[in-house]
Structure formats: C-alpha cells, structure tokens
C-alpha cells in the first residue's frame, strides 16, 4: 500500500523561535493523534531550523525535509549546503524541482537530475515538484510540460533509485494564489504521471508512488482534493505555517 503524505513546505517563512514551537506544536499533536501506518507527515522548515526543530520533534512521528541541496557534494560553492551536511544533521528528505527554484534560480532539469543523483548518493527522500504555469495551462501544454519534467530527470533514475523519490503536483498557477485546482483537475494530472510511471518503471512502482497535489491547499478543500484516487496526500505551503489549519489537513487524508 502506498504511503499517504502530509508535507509542510515552510519556505522563507518563521523565525527559529517561532519555527520551532510550530515544529513542537505539530509534534505534539501527533503524540496525542495516532496515525495510521501508512499515513506520513514530513516538514520542511529553512535550513537554519533545520538542527533546532531536529531537537523537539519525534521522527518516528515526523519526517525532517530541506527545501533544497547542492548540486555538488562540496567545496568552494559559496552559500550552498550539501546533500551530506544535511544527512549530517538528521535530515531524511528534501524538496527538489519547486517551481520557485525553477523561476527564480534558474533550476533546469540537467541541475535537478544532478540534486536528485546526489541526494540519492546520501539516503535522503526526494519529493520531487512538477507542474505547469498559467500559460502552459491556458495553452493546453500541460501534460507535455508535466511529461519533460519527469523524463528529463526522475525518469533516468534506476528502478531501485526512484522508490525513495515522491511527486508533487503543483501546477504553478495555484502556488500561494489562492486559486486550487479542481480535485478533478488534480487527479487528470495524477493519474497521467502514475501511467508514466509504469510505462518508465512498471505497474509495481507506479501503484508504490505517492503522488502529492500541492498549490493553495488548506483546511477547507484538501479532503475533496484528497478523496482523489490517484492524490496520495499534499505539499502545502501557507497552510502549514498554522499548527491547526495543518493538523486539520493532515486528518483529512
Ligand atoms: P501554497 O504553496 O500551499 O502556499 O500554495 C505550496 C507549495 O509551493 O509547496
């Protein structure tokens, strides 16, 4: 059975002290709330809460993600931070392909299959973000994007490789927006990637991966968006910054 993932994608957001007490507030709740096996929740705060929030949280309970890493294992890279120091720290996962590293810092596919490899190279989880702009949409370029994105990088992992990688489905005009994608919407776009999964790999793998959806998801629509049969669970973004809207989200799948 495939796992049903919860992940918070706290970006830019939070100071320590803050992030931290979200971190514990999260942790609590699951202590007192028992999961089902499958279900899993993952946060990604900055790197700087990285080690702090490693420090009051359960892993067993909650999975610690970076937003990033290197595409390179060290040396002179000024500002960067590696796939092995983040391993280091206790780090299980990381974000790789968000749509805000694509358009803002130039993140093509050949830099994220470099992210992907050497993340791999230390164990971590990849939660690897696909989706399409409102251009692509309103063009109907929507699947060939979606399709580019994941044969140019994931796709070219070995079988063994791509069972540690999760996909998120983000298309980028419902990032922080406001604007959701209608549950059918999400589940179209799903259902597409898991066929392109087991044409790539096979049947095993693509009924094995989580498919998240991830743009404006909150309280009041990730149980419809959820109910999706192809929609494993969400990415969410401005929603996670709230212990309660986050916890209600995790109960809705
Ligand atoms: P949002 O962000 O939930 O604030 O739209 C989602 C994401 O970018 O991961």
Redo the contacts with the bound molecule.
Sequence with gaps: MRKLIVAG?W?MNTGIAEGTKLAEDINKYLSSNTLPENKKVIIAPPFTHLVPVSKVIDPSKIILSAQDCASTENGAFTGEVSAKMLKEIGVKAV?LG???RRQYFKEDSEILLKKVKIALKYDLDIIF?VGESLEQRENNKYFDVIKEQISETVFKLSKEEFKKVII?Y?PVW????GKTATPDQAQEIHEFIRNKIKENFDENIANGTSILY?????PSNAKEIFSKKDVDGG??????LKCDDFTKIIEAR
């Design positions: 994608n970006k974000i968000h749509s805000e973000c998120a983000e419902a990032i922080g927006t991830g743009g404006s998801c909150k990415l969410i973004g401005g929603a996670a």
